[in-house]
């Protein structure tokens, strides 16, 4: 079997797979122009993203792991041929996903960036800090990221509310309501927090309809995808002090172009995509990965960790 790896640290990833999978030949490429023609001989791509233009060329690929949760980028490849298997890394981003919502719910609380900005300018400034302490949360998509960031907020003595199409019953989730109701909750909650995933059904749900409902002491978070969130409704809601702040790691655009009225929008803080990262990733990844590789190479095509319907 031929495994191609294409990421910035994909040496690293060859490091800590050759010695496992010494019957894999594993070519690593921290960019596409170091692939060369082992593209036509990959059996295995490990992969957050690859062109169009190489997967025309992956005749012989059958099996791609993404290193991502979403997988749409790869599903919209117009190349991608339907026998190839997709699996993705679900479930393994609740630990930074969790933690980059508390970064930003507890810099908006305190006004962090404005301490920044008074350190740099050496001004001694001081006001009273908002709290986490027993306020209301609802977290828009209850999967693993939802239900990891719900048992944090609980140690916070915050009361939780999940929005999701699967109700169910969770310790950590105090009310639970489905996507319609999702008015209902943002005019109860004091931070709305979207992790959901990016389906033709939640395109723009978050819109000016729910930020008119929100109170205005209430802060707006997305860490999960640009799409949604109908933008110029939420940058209509900060300039008019419809809302309180918000923050966001996810965007239509992305990198955000210099220029977009996101980065002069006053109470926006803005993180570059960055929520799903961490220093432990490949680890992480690699706890899919590997034992997925060991069932594919024993002949396993369908109970594959993830494996994407198609």
């Not at 036509?40 to 005749?59: G, N, Q, T, V, W």
């Not at 890394?89 to 960036?113: C, D, K, V």
Request: proline share 5%; with cysteine.
């Amino acid at each position: 079997m031929n495994l191609l790896i294409l990421e910035p640290t994909a040496k690293e990833y060859e490091k800590k797979l050759r010695s496992k999978f010494p019957q894999v030949a594993i070519h690593a490429a921290t960019k596409e122009e170091e692939i060369g023609d082992f593209i036509e001989k990959a059996d295995i791509l490990l992969a957050f993203r690859i062109s169009d233009d190489l997967m025309k060329r992956a005749k012989n690929l059958k099996w791609i792991q993404s290193l991502a949760t979403g997988v749409d980028y790869m599903l919209n490849l117009p190349s991608l041929r339907k026998e190839v298997l997709l699996t993705s890394t679900r479930g393994i981003h609740g630990p930074q996903m969790s933690e980059i919502a508390f970064l930003h719910m507890l810099a908006l609380n305190r006004n962090y960036p404005q301490v920044v900005r008074n350190q740099d300018r050496e001004a001694w400034e001081r006001w009273p800090g908002k709290l986490l302490y027993q306020k209301k949360i609802g977290i828009f998509g209850v999967g693993t990221i939802g239900v990891e960031l719900a048992r944090k907020c609980k140690a916070f003595a915050m009361t939780t509310y999940g929005i999701d199409i699967f109700r169910r019953e969770l310790d950590c989730i105090d009310y639970f309501y489905g996507p319609e109701d999702i008015l209902k909750v943002a005019a109860e909650v004091d931070y709305l927090i979207v992790v959901a995933p990016y389906t033709p059904e939640t395109k723009n749900i978050i819109n000016r309809k729910v930020f008119s409902a929100m109170k205005p002491t209430a802060f707006f978070i997305n860490i999960g995808r640009g799409e949604l969130v109908e933008e110029e409704a939420l940058i209509d809601a900060l300039n008019s002090g419809k809302i309180a702040g918000a923050g966001l790691d996810a965007f239509i655009q992305e990198p955000l172009p210099k220029g977009h009225p996101f980065w002069k929008t006053k109470n926006l803080l803005i993180t570059p995509h960055v929520g799903g990262m961490s220093d432990i990733y490949m680890d992480q990844a690699l706890t899919i990965f590997e034992p997925n590789l060991q069932k594919f190479l024993g002949g396993e095509r369908q109970n594959l960790t993830n494996l994407i319907p198609r």
